[in-house]
């Protein structure tokens, strides 16, 4: 059974950057496809971006050009790097697998496994 557990969360000023990692047990993460989401309160669970099995990588235009995800197979962990953090990235932020055929990679029916989620804070 794989599992997910992300770190990383935390709060800071806008303008700073945190990176938030997701480790997955299991010996097939490279042939997952990876994805970030975040959910902020009272709001729906949103696509933050993506990093295919084929090593496609895909983002959220709120977010394109200030994070970067990137995988490293070795290690079973996929990164999110957040730069010029603004308030409205404030929510929790989740890491999501998805084991099996492709589909979208901006939905989260998609993914067929989740981590517990981090809190990312950004005060102006």
């Known amino acids: 059974q794989v599992q997910l557990v992300e770190s990383g969360g935390g709060s800071v000023q806008a303008g700073a950057s945190l990176r938030l990692s997701c480790a997955a047990s299991?010996?097939?993460?490279?042939?997952?496809?990876m994805a970030w989401f975040r959910q902020a309160p009272g709001k729906e669970r949103e696509f933050v971006a993506a990093f295919s099995r084929g090593g496609g990588m895909y983002y959220a235009d709120s977010v394109k050009g200030r994070f970067t995800i990137s995988r490293d197979n070795a290690k079973n962990t996929v990164y999110l790097q957040m730069n010029s953090l603004k308030p409205e990235d404030t929510a929790v932020y989740y890491c999501?697998?998805?084991?099996?055929?492709?589909?979208?990679?901006?939905?989260?029916?998609?993914?067929?496994?989740w981590g517990q989620g981090t809190q990312v804070t950004v005060s102006s």
């Open positions: 999501a697998v998805n084991r099996y055929s492709g589909s979208s990679y901006y939905v989260a029916r998609t993914y067929d496994l």
């Open positions: 299991g010996r097939a993460f490279s042939s997952y496809d």
